[in-house]
Nanobody, 124 residues
Framework: QVRLVESGGGLVQAGDSLRLSCAAS????????MGWFRQAPGKEQEFVSS????????YYADSVKGRFTISRDNAKNTVYLQMNTLEPEDTAVYLC?????????????????WGQGTQVTVSS
């Protein structure tokens, strides 16, 4: 069965950095686009970033562009999200998602498997 397991969240101060990881198992990793979404308390889940199977294409939400970097290591079945210059508004549960297909995607409907999430809290 497919499993996505996120790690790397925590409590940091504004301006700090964190690196999230998502380890995938039970699927042919390089057949899948990978994405990160987040959900803050009382808010809808929102797209953060996506990466194509070959890393040839990436896409970011405007709110994180220039601060976050998505990457993947297909040999390790892992996708990463490097988050720099964190802001209190970045506080959320961050979820990893896998979608069958080659290119990037921003819609939840393009992702078929989801992790449980990792909490990121940024204090001011």
């Amino acid at each position: 069965q497919v499993r996505l397991v996120e790690s790397g969240g925590g409590l940091v101060q504004a301006g700090d950095s964190l690196r999230l990881s998502c380890a995938a198992s039970g699927l042919t990793f390089d057949n899948y686009r990978m994405g990160w979404f987040r959900q803050a308390p009382g808010k809808e889940q929102e797209f953060v970033s996506s990466i194509a199977w070959s890393s040839s294409s990436t896409y970011y939400a405007d709110s994180v562009k220039g601060r976050f970097t998505i990457s993947r290591d297909n040999a390790k079945n892992t996708v990463y999200l490097q988050m720099n210059t964190l802001e209190p508004e970045d506080t959320a549960v961050y979820l990893c998602a896998a979608g069958y297909g080659l290119g990037t995607a921003v819609s939840k409907k393009d992702y078929h498997y989801w992790g449980q999430g990792t909490q990121v809290t940024v204090s001011s």
